[in-house]
């Protein structure tokens, strides 16, 4: 998405808040946006390929027109591929680019199908093109950005979120979310997935507007499917803000309405999503997140980039059931060098988000899990920080431990 210089933003201590008539925009705004960057001389370690340990690790090379995104939402389709999803994408013809310069953007969704063989990990995208140009993996008339799938009784359920591009110039990301829906694919066997089918289940009319993203995370578990949609209301003298728990019956998943049901804090679930009743399950307000149940520990691990400096930390928290409680947030990985000052990679307009982990990766303890940062300087400008360097607006690799 394209932004201008002008802030839509207040700060509340190191933290990101909505200004008044924001909160719309505030959504994804620091933490799910799409921007765009490219320095190979500066590009950070990024694990990829085989680790020391043998183990097969994303890794995300500029190729087959695709010059980096972000998002990068994972899951394993069978025993041998794992579908990733990005968000807006810088696209060029041309290999073997140095910067992004001149370089076109596909607003909406890109995929890439990867898989792990004896020489590691690799990865292929899987660009839609009308005539000579890119263009979105859904959405021909819409602009549609990808959140959490889930498979569910043998069929493939990629969440989106509907975007509107707005006329108000003042705004730093001038966009808003205007619905929801999920793209349903019955057969996904073809190796390109641009062979696939799909129609849509619109969940437009069944979510409230205080949620701005309704799968930020998505679970399938016992008799349903679980979401942590990010929320956000504001009202005089009231604010709630944070990621709820919303669940639909498994059986009711292609038909929605009226089946959608919130967390309360009293441990009771509803129809009726109110902010003097809703229960906020994890409070860092995270628009990409994932939780995953680790069976060796027991338990289901939430992983997101807090909101706190930028996008400084990366961050987990551990429970017994998908509705918590949830432990304290503990540090996976601080600080994130491309947000800190200290670092070689830091610019004043950086900023970080989508944190999340790909437990298809994951092993022996270890947390595997990505990244983006983006910048808050205007993208249109010919020879902005993120047009001129490739390291930003890509997914960033990481491995750690849970302490």
Known sequence: MLTDNSLLF??????????????EVFVILCFFLAVFATSCATLPTVSGGPSSAGRCLPSFPDKDGWYGGDGAYSIQLDAKRTLWLFGDTFVACEPHRRDRIGMDVVLGTTVGISTCSEKGFHIGYYLKHEG???VSFFGSEEWLWPQDPFILNGIL?????????????????PFTISGHKFARIKDFSASDPREWQYDYIDLSPHIPREISAFAATSVVYGDYVYFYPLY????????????????IPAAKIEKPAGAIEYLSRDGTWTKD?????????????????SVRYHSALGKWVAVYLSTFNKGSRLVYQMAQHPEGPWSPPRVLLEPIPEVDPQSALYDPNNFCYAGKEHVEFSDDGKIVATYVCNSFEDVKKPDSFIRRHLFLYRPVVREAVLN
């Not at 359920?157 to 990301?173: A, K, S, W």
């Not at 956000?232 to 669940?247: D, F, K, P, T």
């Not at 999503?273 to 997140?289: G, H, M």
Request: charged share 25%; no cysteine; aromatic share 8%.
């Open 132 to 134: 000579a140009r890119y």
């Open 232 to 247: 956000a209301h504001q009202s005089a003298g009231e604010s709630v803000v944070g990621n709820i728990l919303a669940r």
């Open 157 to 173: 359920y990629i969440p989106l979120l509907i975007v509107r591009p707005t006329q108000e110039t003042t705004n730093v990301f």
């Open 273 to 289: 999503l109110r902010p003097d009743k809703v229960k906020i399950v994890l409070e860092d307000f995270a628009s990409e997140l």
């Open 10 to 23: 207040s700060r509340k201590g190191n933290r990101f808040r909505p200004s008044q008539g924001g909160r």
